[in-house]
């Protein structure tokens, strides 16, 4: 829908105005999670894609971030510096933050796992940076921050969209699902503009974030041929096409140029 | 009369006030950190922190504003003697309630859920982008048709206003064409620069005074990056440079237009002291808010630069209505010893 999101704005405004109804397409609804059909992995024939995300170039300079306007995280923030996470090069030359999936190429549909993704507000920092979950899958958003207050705003072009407040409460915790793929949803903090996230959403779970080490791994999946993305927030979007078969593991890379 | 004026003044500047602090709110993003409406996080006093404090302030500048307008319109109901005067004061604090309701649509349909499914149903679209960009936009233009009123209120309430001495020579119907021409253009622009603002195209043209190294940006060929890491579509990518394009020849047609209006004032109406301090003012305007709008880009929408560019242009659309009033005013003075009528004709009386 991001070809047309500027030509249905226009149609917004006018049909706003008309108190018009029109149904929205059906192209746009995700599947709820109990619609799809039961898992099929065949263990036995499984392959694995592996790789990992290098960085060729010099590293940008991550700032430091400042909390000026939050007390209890700028003291925090004295006593342990936080740098923004944009682009990190990890020692060995490869890069940290990149969201690795199967963009294309399966077969099936899979419903949505039980594990909850856990996604922390701590310091005024969201805790992970980058994370990848399935549509209908738990997405549990916890507020570490006692005494501080966030809200906590999902910026989709999907409907994947929300927007409330979290107190800073002791054991306080709110869990949603998001209804539909998007890479990425982001998730910025409004009360406090240094705070940005993003959220992978997929109707399936072969997705990865490389970490440390710049390494991502997918596994299960049903042999045949795929295109495998990696997403970085600075540096975009670079594809590859990957066939395995049964029970192969193929190694990738990727690379993103500073 | 003297005090009422004085009050329809300070409304005025109060809605100046609220324009500043709108533009506080979006220049800052801080348009959703107070998820809820109207209250804020479920109380008059949320703790005033980061976009907190801009989103809260904008709200309660829009409460003492809106009180304001509505005591304004009062006292012209029991006070004022021109029946139109009257309206129009109504007329105001209906727009600025259409305001705040329009204001905390705006949120809500970002945050409510049950208000959004009704609102995508309504509009026909997938997602809620479009739809916050529609109340966006509306919330920001009526915003400015409220200054325009109070603008108006304080000058036709004005000792000025109300004496009715003049020794203009005649105000030549080019003159008021001019005039009206310009709140038409200032007005489109503003509507544009809002668009412009809430579709986020004010740097999607990178450089000023040309656009992509050209007079005219290369709309067949713009550079678009498939693989950015929130890529969006050519058409869009269009969309949004034709709106910032057309912001910047709006801003061209506005200065034509004020040194049209401001031309003749200077030149056969020097006597006309009102007259000339508005067009001077206007001037001054114009050339402020085009440094400003070019150093919006230079400064990557630096939040001090892009509010007063806000700003500026609302009081230059004000100054633009204020001048429309007097062009009218002081013709009608000019139809004496069929003052009377004339008066009656147009509605711009006593």
Known sequence: MKNSHLALFVAALLLIAAGCAKKEPEAE?????????????????????????HFEGTAPEMKKVEMPTEAVCHTKTQQEPVHTETVIVNDDKTLRNVFVYVKEGLQQKLPAPKEVVVFDQRSCWYHPHVVGIQVGQPFKIL?????????????????????????????????????????????????????????????????????????????????????????????GTATQNVTVGPKETKEISFTFKG | MERLNGFALLTAAATVGLIVAGAAVTSTGSGDAVPDWPLSYGGFFPPMVGGVLYEHTHRLVAGVTGLLIALLAFWLWRRESRPWVRWLGLGAVLVVLAQALLGGLRVLVVSDETLQEVALNAAGVSHVTPVRIAFSVAHASLAQIVLCLTFALATVTSPRWLSGTGSSRGISNRLKSGATVLIVLLFGQLLLGALMRHLGAGLVIPDFPLSFGRLVPPLADLPNDPNAPFAIADEELRLKVLVHFAHRVGALAVAVAVLFVAWPIFRNHRDERRLV?????????????????ASVIWSQKAVAITVAHVAFGAVLLGSGVVLWLWTRRLSAEEARPSFAFALRQTGVSR
Request: proline share 6%; with cysteine; aromatic share 8%.
């Open chain 2, 277 to 293: 301090k508005l067009a001077a003012g206007m001037l001054g305007l114009t050339a402020a808010q085009v440094v400003l709008g």
């Open chain 1, 143 to 235: 507020n570490s921050d006692v005494g501080v207050l966030h809200n906590i705003h999902a910026v989709s072009e999907k409907r994947n969209g929300f927007n409330f407040g979290m107190p800073g409460k002791e054991g306080i915790a709110v869990t949603r699902e998001f209804r539909a793929p998007e890479v990425m949803v982001r998730i910025k903090c409004d009360v406090h503009s240094w705070m940005g996230a993003y959220v992978g959403v997929l109707d399936h779970p072969y997705h990865s974030v490389t970490g440390p080490d710049g390494t991502f791994q997918l596994k299960t999946l049903p042999p045949g041929q795929y295109v495998i993305e990696a997403w970085h927030e600075r540096y």
């Open chain 1, 29 to 53: 609804k995700a599947p709820a999670a109990e619609e799809v059909a039961a898992p099929k992995i065949d263990e036995a024939t499984a392959a694995t894609i592996t790789g990992k995300v």
